[in-house]
């Protein structure tokens, strides 16, 4: 495997997370951009979207990992980059498992087309793919028969990130805004508007390094008085989730491949029904005279 392929395939890094506002982004951009340089993946601006449909057991196994403290635990994910263009069958995307093991984040993924990807994760078929991303193929494969994974969410937000120079390999820097939840339809190339999950004036920025903190970074995180927090914008997403109807009412069987990619926006069984029963509501009132 060659040395750019491990880099786009594996990271292994501790993960620095704080909640922040958009005037203090605004500063601490400013200063970063003296130590580091913008991702080339981003636009003008250095910013691209994410966009994640998230895997859990039906009794969110991996979910309770987390709240639980477990020290080594996993996460599946189908994570697309820049979601403004529309996807189809063949857009690329990455399967990724993002593993905890104490202190330290490993993320492997393997790049699947879109297709490949959902007869993974949906079907349970292994797909034909690149040998160097096979190992990670088949652990997604065992991994989704052994919690019995099915889609839990659908998490989205814009990022703007900075990236190391060669006095800093492997620090990244990263400001996310308008992360939003999506529960219905758990489709990747269907859009809906999400839940907020932030405030419109709340940032999360993340500094991630492989093995410690520039000395330099260290003062100035320090002079800014930023307070390090525990976030999963995962295990956000459900616990806004758990009061609304959508998640109540979940489906708790995976869609197949092609249902999901020959899908049209419908709303729940539960939502048809609501609609129903208020529309029967409103005809027993306008029968009575009360409308």
Same mark, same amino acid.
């Given at each position: 495997?060659?040395?750019?392929?491990?880099?786009?395939?594996? !990271?292994?890094?501790?993960?620095?997370?704080?909640?922040?506002?958009?005037?203090?982004?605004?500063?601490?951009?400013?200063?970063?951009?003296?130590?580091?340089?913008? $991702?080339?993946?981003?636009?003008?601006?250095?910013?691209?979207?994410?966009?994640?449909?998230?895997? $859990?057991?039906?009794?969110?196994?991996?979910?309770?990992?987390?709240?639980?403290?477990?020290?080594?635990?996993?996460?599946?994910?189908?994570?697309?980059?820049?979601?403004?263009?529309?996807?189809?069958?063949?857009?690329?995307? !990455?399967?990724? *498992?993002?593993?905890?093991?104490?202190?330290?984040?490993?993320?492997?993924?393997? *790049?699947?087309?879109? *297709?490949?990807?959902?007869?993974?994760?949906?079907?349970?078929?292994?797909?034909?793919?690149?040998? $160097?991303?096979?190992?990670?193929?088949?652990?997604?494969?065992?991994?989704?028969?052994?919690?019995?994974?099915?889609?839990?969410?659908?998490?989205? =937000?814009?990022?703007?990130?900075?990236?190391?120079?060669? =006095?800093?390999?492997?620090?990244?820097?990263? !400001?996310?805004?308008?992360?939003?939840?999506?529960?219905? /339809?758990?489709?990747?190339?269907?859009?809906?508007?999400?839940?907020?999950?932030?405030?419109?004036?709340?940032?999360?920025?993340? *500094?991630?390094?492989?093995?410690?903190?520039?000395?330099?970074?260290?003062?100035?995180?320090?002079?800014?008085?930023?307070?390090?927090?525990?976030?999963?914008?995962?295990?956000?997403?459900?616990?806004?989730?758990?009061?609304?109807?959508?998640?109540?009412?979940?489906?708790?069987?995976?869609?197949?491949?092609?249902?999901?990619?020959?899908?049209?926006?419908?709303? /729940?069984?539960?939502?048809?029904?609501?609609?129903?029963?208020?529309?029967?509501?409103?005809?027993?009132?306008?029968?009575?005279?009360? !409308?």
């Amino acid at each position: 495997m060659s040395d750019y392929s491990q880099q786009i395939r594996k !990271f292994n890094r501790f993960e620095l997370k704080y909640l922040i506002t958009l005037r203090q982004a605004g500063e601490l951009k400013e200063i970063l951009k003296k130590y580091m340089l913008p $991702d080339a993946f981003g636009n003008r601006d250095n910013r691209y979207q994410v966009a994640s449909l998230y895997y $859990d057991s039906p009794d969110l196994r991996c979910y309770w990992e987390k709240e639980n403290g477990i020290k080594t635990r996993r996460k599946l994910r189908v994570r697309y980059y820049d979601s403004d263009s529309v996807i189809t069958e063949q857009t690329q995307v !990455f399967v990724e *498992i993002k593993q905890r093991v104490d202190r330290v984040t490993r993320k492997r993924r393997a *790049i699947l087309s879109y *297709i490949d990807a959902l007869q993974l994760c949906q079907d349970r078929k292994m797909p034909e793919c690149d040998p $160097d991303d096979r190992p990670l193929v088949e652990e997604a494969y065992v991994f989704l028969w052994q919690y019995n994974l099915i889609p839990a969410s659908i998490i989205r =937000y814009d990022r703007q990130a900075l990236v190391g120079t060669i =006095y800093d390999p492997g620090l990244r820097v990263t !400001f996310d805004t308008d992360i939003t939840l999506q529960l219905h /339809p758990l489709r990747l190339h269907e859009r809906r508007p999400g839940l907020p999950l932030t405030s419109p004036n709340q940032v999360v920025m993340e *500094i991630k390094v492989n093995e410690r903190m520039p000395y330099w970074l260290t003062e100035l995180i320090a002079a800014k008085n930023l307070n390090l927090i525990r976030i999963s914008k995962y295990c956000s997403g459900i616990e806004a989730a758990w009061e609304m109807p959508e998640f109540q009412c979940r489906n708790l069987i995976s869609e197949s491949a092609n249902e999901v990619l020959s899908s049209t926006y419908s709303l /729940p069984l539960f939502w048809e029904n609501l609609c129903k029963s208020k529309e029967n509501s409103i005809k027993k009132e306008k029968e009575n005279g009360n !409308f």
